[in-house]
């Protein structure tokens, strides 16, 4: 095995943890906050957010919906609640939200339900003074891959899911994605079976079982030229997602002809923007990234 499909095969054998539950903080002054507002139904389950909202100001804002880590099988909402309530003082919407861990539903439960997210937000745009032409997505790890995969697969119909705002479009304009898993197909080829637990409780089968689903699920397969601007966040040290992946999808976007940036945590790893001393960078970059494609 290659040295790349080794710490591949390591990375993933056991359970990607969660990112660190950030500490506890005040609401600032100038942010309004609606908690657990349901964003999409399935039968009787209910799928919630938390809604930040801009006291001072004229709006309609850009938005930006927040997605948590946790190997798509732990996390809440409450993850990028400091984000959140940060970007709402410089003039963003924010919605943190929750979604379907594997536990409950396997892929693509949880882009059916971050898609049905930004739906519900473009078609309550007026009710919270949402630009709904500025909706932007950051995420960490789990979330990561789903706010990048929000960024290429806005035009395939197979991932929209049920979760409400039918004929409401999903697609995003901007992404911010920390530390991402971009390609499982890099990954399944690398490791065969042995790819490790959480991913293919994530996909419900392994690489060597269905492939297909592995390929289905990668952002790295929906790049093209419509694909959102993006700005990958990861440490360079990250043992549990490669850096590799945020590399190797900034490229393939570029050559796509799509804007592009990386930050890179020197010495750093995973989770590492929920931590000193990467927070405040780490804020800062996304800050200046959303300004410049959203406002």
Not at 63 to 84: L, M, S
Request: charged share 20%; with cysteine; hydrophobic share 40%.
């Amino acid at each position: 095995m290659k040295k790349y499909g080794l710490f591949l095969l390591l990375a993933f054998t056991g359970l990607l943890p969660a990112q660190k539950a950030p500490a506890p903080f005040e609401l600032p002054a100038g942010v309004e906050m609606k908690k657990d507002v349901v964003y999409a139904t399935y039968g009787s389950r209910e799928v919630h957010l938390d809604l930040y909202l801009p006291k001072d100001g004229k709006g309609p804002f850009p938005a930006v919906v927040y997605i948590h880590g946790g190997g798509w099988v732990n996390g809440g909402k409450n993850a990028f609640e400091r984000q959140a309530a940060y970007m709402a003082t410089k003039g963003f919407v924010g919605a943190c939200i929750e979604y379907r861990l594997s536990g409950e539903a396997k892929f693509p439960a949880a882009i059916y339900d971050s898609k049905a997210a930004v739906r519900w937000l473009r078609a309550n745009a007026a009710k919270y003074q949402v630009n709904p032409n500025k909706i932007g997505a950051a995420g960490g790890s789990a979330g990561g891959h789903l706010v990048a995969l929000l960024g290429t697969s806005w035009k395939v119909k197979e991932l929209e899911g049920a979760g409400g705002n039918a004929g409401v479009s999903s697609r995003v304009q901007a992404v911010a994605a920390f530390n991402p898993v971009t390609d499982f197909v890099s990954i399944g080829k690398a490791t065969g079976a042995g790819a490790g637990k959480a991913v293919s409780d994530f996909l419900g089968a392994n690489y060597a079982q269905n492939p297909g689903r592995w390929a289905e699920a990668s952002p790295m397969t929906y790049v093209d030229a419509d694909s959102a601007p993006t700005l990958f966040l990861h440490g360079d040290a990250d043992t549990t997602v490669p850096y590799r992946q945020s590399v190797d999808m900034r490229d393939k976007l570029k050559a796509a002809g799509v804007y592009t940036d990386l930050f890179t945590g020197k010495g750093a790893k995973h989770a590492f923007f929920n931590n000193p001393p990467f927070y405040e960078p780490t804020l800062k970059k996304m800050e200046e990234f959303f300004t410049k494609t959203l406002k």
